[in-house]
Structure formats: C-alpha cells, structure tokens
C-alpha cells in the first residue's frame, strides 16, 4: 500500500490543473508544465483535490503510483513556487560569471567553460563563488545543476571545485612522507 500514493493533493488558488487521458498539464503564475503518466494510474480532479490511484496491484504500479503522485505535486509546487540549487565553487582562480544566459566558468583549464541555459533554467552569480540554478521544472533544475558539477568535480585532498552548497567534501589526508 502506498502511503505516499494516498495522499490528496491540494491545488492552490491561481494554479490550473487540466487531465487529458494519460496527459497533465498545470499551469501557474511561474508557467506551464506538461507531464505524460502512465495508463496504470488514474488521475481524478474533484474540488481543487487531485487524487491518484492505481488500477492493480503489480509491484510495477505500486512503484508508479507514489512516484506520480510526487511528480504531479511537484509540478504544482514548481508553478507556484520556483526551484532552486546552490552551487559553490572552491579553489584559487576559480570562479563563475554571467554573460547573458550563458554561464562562463574558469576552472582552471586553459580555456574557460561555457554553458547555455536549457530552456527554463536561469543561472544566478550572486558572488563569484556562488551559482544559483533556478526554474519551475525540478527535474530540469537538478539535471542542470549536475552537469555544472561535472565540469570541475570537488576533489578530496584540498577540496578544489564545484559542489552543491549543503554537500559536506571528506578530505583525504595526503602523503604521510619518509619515515
């Protein structure tokens, strides 16, 4: 029994909610998301309350079913509220800035890293340390997030890197030397 899947959700005021068959689109004051969901799980809407069932319980739908429920969730909470991820760079020289929707990164290569913004996603630079991910879809923005880590992955003996802000780096302690 899912205990997540059971849950009603509520979907606040000025937030629109349209199920089409297996597709769902909700629309808020930060944009419009749209979300195809399986043919095993069905959505009701009934007075501003989403409620998703399953229609059988195979192991692969009681999987789906609380994992809907959140997809569908988020993309309310997405609409209404956008998502964001904290990244921190660390090292000497190494810092982002901002060029349009581009993020340019010196990371200490001989040439620095440029990135687009997929559509949705916006960086923010608030210091030259700091990049802010933000956008409606989490998904999107988590994605996103990642692949800027990738590109100078936080190493463990001195910590030089990117990191999300709440990722805690276990340092190595290096070479104990001759004895």
């Known amino acids: 029994m899912s205990r997540i899947g059971n849950k009603p959700i509520t979907v606040p005021a000025g937030v629109e909610v349209k199920i ?8 808020g004051p930060k944009g419009t998301l749209e979300r195809e969901i399986s043919e ?20 692969v739908n009681k999987g789906l079913h609380g994992l809907t429920r959140t997809l569908i969730n988020n993309m309310i909470q997405g609409t209404v509220k956008e998502y964001e991820r904290k990244l921190e760079i660390n090292g000497i020289g190494y810092r982002a800035q901002k060029q349009g929707t581009k ?6 290569y001989s040439h620095p890293v440029v990135m687009e913004a ?11 340390n700091e990049i802010i ?28 890197g990117i990191k ?3 990722e805690v780096i276990r340092r190595k302690e290096g070479k104990a030397g001759k004895k």
């Open 133 to 160: 991910v933000k956008g409606i879809d989490k998904e999107l923005v988590g994605q996103t997030a990642a692949v800027v880590r990738t590109k100078r992955p936080p190493e463990v003996y001195k910590g030089k």
């Open 164 to 166: 999300y802000a709440e």
């Open 20 to 27: 089409d068959g297996n597709k769902i689109t909700v629309k």
């Open 103 to 108: 993020l340019v990164l010196t990371l200490g």
């Open 40 to 59: 095993n799980i069905n959505v009701t809407l009934e007075n501003n309350v989403i409620n998703v069932t399953r229609i059988n319980d195979e192991p």
């Open 118 to 128: 997929p559509a949705g996603i916006t960086f923010e630079v608030p210091s030259q």
